[in-house]
Nanobody, 119 residues
């Protein structure tokens, strides 16, 4: 069983910072990519940032220059969020594309962590 566990969400004032973390566990042979998505009430889930095993990163235009995605090891990813805005309020979900020991590729999602930015 694959698990993605997110942490670091919370309530912060506009202009503040939060750091999200996500750890993947299970019978993982290789991590192809990991990323962060968010979903605000009444809106579709959208990509915030992603990083490949080769280190290539992608950011949504709305967070460029404010958010940074990084990883400490092959199965852990972080999202440093600075200069937070009320528009960043959403549930943030970790996503991973994984190649398993069982020789199958899977996509896995975390349970989500709430980020609330007050005005």
């Amino acid at each position: 069983q694959v698990q993605l566990v997110e942490s670091g969400g919370g309530l912060v004032q506009a202009g503040g910072s939060l750091r999200l973390s996500c750890a993947a566990s299970g019978s993982i042979f290789r991590v192809n990519a990991m990323g962060w998505y968010r979903q605000a009430p009444g809106k579709q889930r959208e990509l915030v940032a992603s990083i490949t095993s080769g280190g290539s990163t992608t950011y949504a235009d709305s967070v460029k220059g404010r958010f940074t995605i990084s990883g400490d090891n092959a199965t852990t990813v972080y999202l440093q969020m600075n200069s937070l805005k009320p528009e960043d309020t959403a549930v943030y979900y970790c996503n991973a594309n994984l190649y398993m020991v069982a020789r199958v590729n899977i996509a896995s999602w975390g349970q989500g962590t709430q980020v609330t930015v007050s005005s």
